[in-house]
């Protein structure tokens, strides 16, 4: 059975360019702590995948920390300090805020108090992107870099998480992006790594990787490669909404991420047509990847106010570079047809 990948949200293929990088890089034998010549060597591949991120995500100037990923990257940021934000936020970064932000119905954030706050740019499931406040403490960028043209430096905000999955990189490594001479303490001890800021040797292999990764996403935002593949969703949706008149697409009305598409039925489960799908050769997902498996309505749809009937029937297709219109179109097709049985069996 032919596979189509539409999860990229969850996760990006790793890019050609990454996967070279990180085989070169596992050929350095040296710590980048050390001194010697070996451990110098090593340094210089970290010090050019921060140097490429930097450009890459407009933070010239900024210091960037590298983590095992987003979620300690969140960690890192968040912990201990008392930030307010919003239900819609994902749940590595939920998990250290006070949700008190209204979230309005089309799922945009109202923002009172910016230097306490913590933002998203783009919602990981409704692809719904936020207009983020000068000040801010702490913005998750980890769905909008690589898809959307960013600059930290224009942003305004102390402190952006990035992570490298999304973007074509490898699992594990993230970063925290702030402003130079910002106070940041560690939260795991040890060494003096990453500028005394999150101790460990760095993961070599994996940051050559990850800036490798962002130097080619942002050649593929000079590109357009993004403006297609909104052209893609965009077909997709046509196709759907032509066939099917009370299907429900989640943040249609503000601006959304250029390949994210959160669509619902109401009755029909979000997880019985992730795995009805997947069995048909299609990868979605219900949610976000870290709350797959939870058979439970979403909490970012709650959040704008979707009672259950919808909140627990929605799926997001996430579409990439490589996906094409008869992938899409494919789909539609399919996933057209396991509805009408839905709709007969529940009749």
């Known amino acids: ?45 970290v010090e050019k995948a921060r140097g490429q991120i930097a450009t890459a995500f407009g933070a010239d100037g900024a210091d960037i920390v590298f983590t095992s990923g987003a979620t300690e990257a969140a960690a890192l940021a968040c912990a201990g300090r ?64 690589g898809k959307l043209p960013v600059a930290f430096n224009w942003l305004g905000a102390d402190m952006a998480l990035i992570s490298a999955h999304k973007i074509g990189g490898p699992k594990g490594v993230g970063a925290v992006v702030l402003r130079r001479g910002l106070d ?15 101790a460990g040797t760095e993961n070599v292999v994996a940051i050559a990787g990850f800036g490798a990764a962002a130097e080619r996403a942002a050649q593929d935002l000079a590109d357009g490669v993004w403006q297609r593949v ?9 196709a759907l909404e032509t066939r099917l008149k009370e299907i429900i697409f989640i943040g249609r009305d503000v601006e959304r991420l250029p390949n994210t598409s959160c669509l619902a039925v109401p009755g029909w489960k979000g997880e019985t047509q992730v795995m009805q799908m997947d069995l048909s050769g299609f990868a979605v997902s219900a949610g976000s ?19 259950d009937d919808v909140a627990a029937c929605a799926i997001r297709l996430s579409l990439g570079p490589t996906t094409t219109e008869s992938d899409v179109l494919e789909f539609a097709d399919v996933w057209l047809k396991k509805y009408d049985t839905f709709r007969a069996r529940a009749a």
């Open 289 to 307: 990847a870290c709350s797959s498996g939870k058979v439970k309505a979403s909490r970012v749809l709650r959040a704008m106010g979707y009672e």
């Open 1 to 45: 059975m032919r596979r189509c990948y539409l999860d990229y949200n969850a996760t990006a293929p790793l890019r050609a360019e990454a996967r070279t990088a990180m085989i070169a890089a596992m050929d350095q034998v040296g710590n980048p702590s050390s001194v010697h010549a070996e451990g110098r060597a090593a340094k210089a591949i």
């Open 230 to 238: 909104a052209e893609i969703r965009n077909i997709l949706e046509t």
């Open 82 to 145: 008392g930030l307010q934000g919003a239900d819609v936020e994902h749940d590595a970064v939920a998990a250290w805020i006070q949700p008190d932000h209204l979230v309005r119905a089309d799922g945009t954030v109202e923002i009172t108090e910016p230097e306490s706050s913590v933002l998203q740019m783009a919602n990981s499931e409704t692809g719904i992107v936020q207009s983020l406040p000068k000040g801010l403490a702490v913005t998750d960028a980890t769905q909008a870099f």
């Open 184 to 198: 940041l303490p560690a939260q795991i001890k040890g060494g003096g790594q990453e500028m005394g800021r999150r």
